[in-house]
Structures are given as C-alpha cells and as structure tokens.
C-alpha cells in the first residue's frame, strides 16, 4: 500500500436509523477515504446493508434517519432529492447483492449500462456505446459487442453481476457501495472482481465501502475493516490489525467461527 | 466399491435453441455415487454442474450416455406418473422462493412426498420436526418464512418421498451466509442418517469441504478430478483445481489479493479442441492442444495413467 492520500471522501457520523419502530442503527461512525477500501464485516441484520443504502437514500419507506452524512461538504440526509438524484448513480454508485434483480430484465444490457451515462455525462449514443463495450471487456464478458445485445436472463449469475459492477462503474464514480458483490460468484470470478475492484480504487481513486460477511475477501481487498454487530460498530482499524489482533470479543468469535483449512493444520 | 447407487457414464447433454449452435452443457461426464455417500460437485458457474444435477433426475433427456440409479436407467420425466422405482431421487433446488408452492400450506406440499412413497405413518409435521423446524409451522404458506427456513421445508418435502439419492442443486447459494452451513450440515446428517447418496452441487468450495466425503471438479462439461475431499484439497492435482483452490481468500489480515485464473471460460457451444482447459492453462503442453485427455480419476495429460491412454 502506497502512502494514499488522507483525505475523507465520504463521511458518517451518528448514523441512527428506525424502521417502523425498531431501531436499525444506533450511531455508526464510518469514513472513507479516497483510494482506499474500507470494508464493513458482520453477521445478516447487524445492519451492514441498511448503512449502504442510507448513503444513498434508499432506505426502505417510513424509516426515521438522523446523524449526518457528509460528501463533497454536503450532507446527503439534508439535500433535496433533486440534488441527490445528480449524486446518485454518478458520483456515488452502488453494486447490489442479488444481480437477479438489480438488473431490469426486459430491458438489454446495452440500455441499462448506457441510460445513466448518458443522462449524468451527457455523452452520445455511440460514445455511449462504445464506453458500455470497453465496461463489459474491463468486468471480462466474454464478447462485449455481442453481450450489449442481450438481455440478463441469457447471463450466468456470475455474469449478471459483473454486468451489474459495469452499470456501477459507468460514470467513474468517486464513491462505491459494494454490497456483498461477490457472494453469488464463483471464487474464480471473485478473484477476478477482488482485483478489479482493488485495481479501480488504486487507478482512479476510487473511495470503496465494501459490505461482505466473508472475512477471507475482507483480509483480500479491504485497507480498513469495520465490524457490526445490532446496528453498532464495535470495531475499526487496519485490516491486520483488525484480523490478526481483534480487540472486541464480537470479532474473535467471528475469528473462531471459520474453519481450519486442513492445510494449516498439518503445518 | 459394489454396485455404485448413482452412476453416470459418458453422459451428454446438449440444449437446443432454435437459431443458435447446439450447445453440449455437459459432454462426457462420469460420476458414480455410493450410497451412504456425500459427494460434493463444484465447478465454476456454466460448467454444466446443474445440467447435470437435472439429467439425472430425468428433468433432461441425454443426447448419449447412461444414467443409472440402482441399476435402472433414469427415464426422461413427462407427462405420465413417473416409474416409483424412480422416485427415489428427489431433488432440492437451489431456490427455495420459486420451489415451493406459495398458495398451498407447507404441510400439504410435504405430504405430496409422503403420498409418494406411500407413506401413511409419517405426518409432515414428524419430518418439520427432523429438519429443525416447529411441529406447528405444518399449517403456514410459504411466505411466513425465511430463506433459510424455506429450505428447510424444501428439504423435508424431499425426504418426505423417502429418497435413495439426494440431490441438492446449489441449495444453500440463495440464502444468507449464516444459514448456508447450517443448511448445508443439515442436509448431509439427513442423507447420511438415512442411508441415502447425496449429490452435493455447489460453487462454493469451502462449504463443499465441510460436508462431501468425495469431491469431483466439473469443467466445461466434463469431470476433470475425482478424489476424496481431503487428499484433493491438500494435493490437487489438475491445474483447474489447483486454480480453484488458489483462488479462495484466506482470512489471515495480509491483504493478498486471490489468485486469477486468467482467460475466459470459453463458449460451450464451440469448446476448444484438444484438453477443454488448456487456453487457461498454465502449465500446457503440445499434446493437450491435439488430445483430450478422457481419463480419470485425473483427466490431465501430466498425469496420464501409465499403460499410455491408447483410447
């Protein structure tokens, strides 16, 4: 890692949500910094998800959120929606987990990789399409002339989700929320995400908040590690640190949970 | 090994679309499972695991090939009753959101399989009970449950028609990682417990390790190693799942990005000549660019078995 320049591109501050009721998020302090990958580990409903969507106002209906997210001097809980729809899918975008739903399937690939650029960059059809065509090649689709084409019923899952990175990655964003990108995918494909991922933070200095429960991607990729647990973090630091020396007992449990690679063992 | 329960030999399957190439998703596989065995499939997405899976439950018809379980071919499914001696393979699907029948309460969907398999002394809600789940929930629709439970339900309703062969069909990938072990465990303590084979398919390599007594590596349609799970995992020996395995992250806080597998996976439909591996292949040799290597349980020309493969 390369002395990365400190600056915050994304901060969270007292982040508290409640969803028709119920507490969600007690206060999460989070800041991400351009260039680097700041990853977020916990168990399903700690409240890993709910973070990324808060950043992006996507929380579900009916849901009270307070605390302050601050990009670009701004806060994103204050800004009017229009203001926010010019920040959302261009200088923050968003990779979702399920790839067989975030991607609308009567539309093709074509439409879905080219409808925001166009919209946010004002760039033509053809350059459009020929950005969308270079995307597919950098996510590794197999043809990207021909993929623009078709639609993602005709995509592996693997496929789809590289399709969808592709979407997020359309209008070189500043801010990328990964929400477990790489569960659905094959190891092999994930490798080839982590380090595209990885290489798109180094190259353009891409600030990354990648949410994943899966402590082996998180010690990957990840230049800090968060860890939640019911709607608190109860951990931040280095991933070595973080991983090598946990401090809180919540993230040695997490630790001791995983299997011991037979490997290991015998060494 | 006597008579395997499962045996899959040389098994084709092609899928025909009007006005595209015949693609052959799985082009001369083998594979035999024992009963009382896990055996774990894994490959990466594409590679005709499922194909597989579904052939073998008749959802398929083989282009060339034989199925047999328990010494009797598997018949392609239509529209009449299925032979009974076939419906001792029951299949879980991979997922539990589109498998289960949401107007019909769970209870009746389990006691389907019961009917099957003639079972009037069992209720549904003795098999909720096996799989872990409340004697009462027999009377909720599929919506009043989680993924995870959901599962669970898909399972019981397989178990229900008393299965020799299981066979679950990526069954934990839809649900949430905490539930995907427990899931995965639960299977094979019931396979296991009843004496019947289970046919493990899964992309998700760490999980397969945790439950399969035998691993077989599927790449573009054919089984490329077989071996015991343990002796595989610490000596693979197939520069595939050598790569598969490099590939996982480990969680040890040192920031080393996974190996990648470099190239593509080539189109199905047009597979390269010679060893189906050797564009990706870092360690190939002239003779896999001419030959494919159709032996096993290594199906790579640098372990070739010693009498040279004259077939």
Not at chain 1, 143 to 160: C, D, I, N, T, V
Not at chain 1, 217 to 233: N, P, T, Y
Not at chain 2, 278 to 297: N, S
Request: one cysteine or more; glycine letters at 10%.
């Amino acid at each position: 890692m390369t002395a990365a320049p400190k600056t915050a591109a994304l901060t969270i501050e007292g982040l508290r949500v409640s969803i028709g009721g119920h507490d969600v998020l007690h206060g999460v302090d989070l800041t991400l910094e351009a260039g680097r990958v700041h990853g977020l580990a916990g168990e399903s409903g700690s409240g890993k998800t709910m973070t990324g969507l808060a950043v992006l106002g996507l929380l579900p209906h009916g849901s009270r959120v307070s605390g302050r997210i601050a990009f670009g001097g701004r806060d994103l809980l204050e800004m009017p929606a229009r203001e926010l729809n010019e920040v959302r899918g261009a200088k923050i975008a968003m990779v979702f987990q399920d790839p067989a739903t975030s991607l609308h399937p009567m539309l093709t690939v074509e439409r879905q990789l080219t409808e925001h650029m166009r919209h946010h960059l004002g760039v033509g059809r053809k350059e459009a399409r020929e950005r969308a065509a270079g995307l597919l090649a950098k996510v590794r689709i197999p043809g990207p002339e021909e993929a623009l084409k078709r639609y993602p019923h005709q995509f592996s899952g693997g496929m789809r989700q590289r399709i969808a990175i592709a979407v997020a990655l359309a209008c070189e964003p500043e801010v990328l929320i990964a929400d477990e990108p790489t569960t659905a995918l094959d190891v092999t494909v994930q490798a080839g995400i982590l380090r595209l991922l990885r290489g798109l933070c180094d190259d353009l200095g891409l600030a990354v908040l990648l949410v994943t429960h899966d402590l082996g991607v998180m010690s990957a990729v990840a230049d800090e590690v968060s860890v939640m647990k019911d709607g608190l973090v109860v951990e931040t630091g280095p991933r070595g640190r973080v991983l090598r020396e946990p401090s809180h007992p919540y993230t040695r449990s997490l630790l001791d949970a995983l299997p011991v690679p037979p490997a290991e063992e015998s060494r | 090994m006597t008579a395997p329960l499962l045996s899959v030999e040389d098994l084709v399957v092609e899928h025909r679309t009007p006005g595209r190439p015949v693609v052959r998703a799985v082009a001369g596989a083998s594979l035999h499972v024992a009963a009382g065995e896990v055996v774990g499939l894994v490959g990466e997405s594409g590679c005709g695991k499922s194909t597989l899976a579904r052939a073998v439950c008749g959802l398929h018809g083989a282009a060339s090939g034989r199925i047999l379980v328990g010494g009797r071919p598997v018949t392609p499914l239509g529209l009449r009753r299925r032979d009974p001696a076939l419906t001792g393979v029951q299949m879980v699907f991979q997922d539990p959101y589109s498998s289960l029948n949401p107007r019909r309460r769970v209870g009746a969907q389990i006691a389907d399989g019961l009917r099957t398999a003639g079972d009037s002394a069992t209720s549904p809600a003795d098999l909720l009970e096996r799989v872990g789940l409340p004697r009462d929930f027999a009377g909720r629709y599929p919506h009043e449950f989680s993924g995870g439970q959901r599962q669970r339900v898909a399972i019981a309703r397989a178990l229900a028609a008393r299965p020799s062969l299981l066979i679950g069909d990526e069954p934990i990938s839809a649900l949430d990682a905490s539930a995907q072990a427990q899931v995965a465990r639960l299977m094979r303590d019931l396979a296991v417990e009843s004496g019947a084979g289970l046919l493990f398919i899964s992309h998700d390599l760490s999980v397969v390790r945790l439950i399969a007594d035998r691993i077989a590596v599927m790449y573009l349609g054919k089984v490329v190693e077989t071996g015991p799970t343990a002796e595989v995992w610490a000596d693979p020996r197939h520069p595939y799942t050598r790569a598969l395995l490099a590939a996982i992250p480990s969680p040890d806080g040192a920031g080393v990005l996974p190996a990648e597998l470099p190239g593509d996976v080539p189109d199905p439909a047009d597979p390269p000549a010679g060893c189906r591996f050797h564009p990706r292949c870092p360690l190939v040799m002239d003779v896999c660019r001419e030959k494919e290597p159709d032996f096993g349980p290594v199906a790579c020309w640098l372990h070739a078995p010693e009498p040279s493969s004259a077939s």
